[in-house]
């Protein structure tokens, strides 16, 4: 057994102004899951204590929370492995929402935004057209099954640094749920989809890999990156600075083997759209007023073709 304090946030939207901290301390094993601490917390010594929690088995997602600093599913997670040497471990709502009561948080925009990509199947017929279910082959399956893992745990929300200074992204699970339907070759809507995801802002993603921290192991930066190619591959929204920025950075890259910074800002903002141009020259004038503006012709590295063969290898569309 071993003495474990939980120090854990505490706030109630109805009655507190400010949140405070309370540490319990509990005997429990220290191979424990913090859950089961929390409970054993809430039965014992506060039954005040706030959570959300179900399944305890890594499969319900409802106990997302930050534990010492990083969020994660407390079901899953042995207290011997957050604890520090005094056996205390910190506990909080998961930031990026709203807290509502203790370590509970208002989901609303994350279900919100999962919402408005309609994440079920709209095939193109009636179920009743059918005398067998729809049939999906196994090279078919194969993309889907790692995003199909999700359960929705909001984990890789709550750790955006996207979401956290833009709130209308909308965040890693919702773009990786809508890859699931999109590559869906029983589903009928891929370009509405692949058109909504763009109007959600797929393309604020800074594809930092802080959501790669996902405890179903979804990895939604990489269904991030093949919504974005599969926008470029059909054609959606292609006037978006999103995907004039992606197209205009591996156009130079493959050429040059650098970044054309100059020919980047023109291919983004477009190059006729006078208005937007007028808009970022005041930057243009402080980057030269510091020394730092850069050329206005990049001339190829050398090997510049190893750069072009690794482009080549990986088919990278270029327009």
């Known amino acids: 057994m071993a003495n474990i304090k939980l120090d854990i ?35 014992e010594v506060d039954g005040s204590i706030s959570f959300r929690r179900s399944c305890r088995s890594a499969i319900c997602g409802s106990c997302s929370m930050n534990i010492n600093g990083v969020t994660g599913l407390a079901c899953k997670t042995p207290c011997n492995t957050v604890m520090d040497e005094q056996g205390v471990i910190q506990v909080d709502p998961m930031p990026n929402f709203q807290p509502m009561r203790d370590l509970v948080v ?33 090279e078919d399956m194969k993309k889907l099954v790692d995003v199909a893992n999700c359960v929705m745990c909001a984990t890789c929300y709550a750790l955006c640094p996207v979401v956290s200074v833009d709130p209308s992204f909308a965040g890693p699970a919702a773009i990786a749920y809508a890859y699931r339907f999109i590559e869906d070759v029983r589903d009928s809507k891929r370009e509405e989809r692949l058109a909504q995801i763009n109007e959600d802002y797929l393309w604020l993603c800074a594809h930092c890999y802080a959501c790669s921290y996902c405890p179903k192991h979804v990895d ?53 759209n006078f208005r937007g141009l007028l808009k970022v020259a005041p930057l243009g004038l402080r980057m030269a007023a510091k020394g730092k503006l850069p050329p206005p012709f990049v001339k190829p590295i050398p090997k510049v073709d190893e750069v072009r063969t690794i482009f080549d290898s990986l088919e990278v569309p270029v327009s």
């Open 106 to 138: 208002h989901m609303d925009p994350f279900w919100d935004k999962y919402t408005r990509l309609k994440p079920y199947l709209q095939p193109a017929d009636k179920d009743e057209d059918h005398q067998t279910e729809r049939r999906v082959s196994p």
């Open 220 to 272: 939604p930066n990489d269904r991030i990156v093949d919504v974005k190619r599969a926008t470029i591959k059909d054609r959606v929204m292609m006037n978006e600075r999103g995907p004039r920025h992606a197209l205009i950075v591996n156009k130079t890259v493959k050429q040059t083997g650098m970044l054309a910074e100059t020919e980047v800002i023109q291919g983004t903002v477009g190059r006729f």
């Open 9 to 43: 946030f505490r706030f109630d939207e109805a009655v507190d102004s400010v949140p405070h901290r309370d540490i319990v301390a509990v005997d429990v094993p220290e191979t424990m899951t913090v859950l089961d601490a929390l409970e054993t917390a809430k039965a």
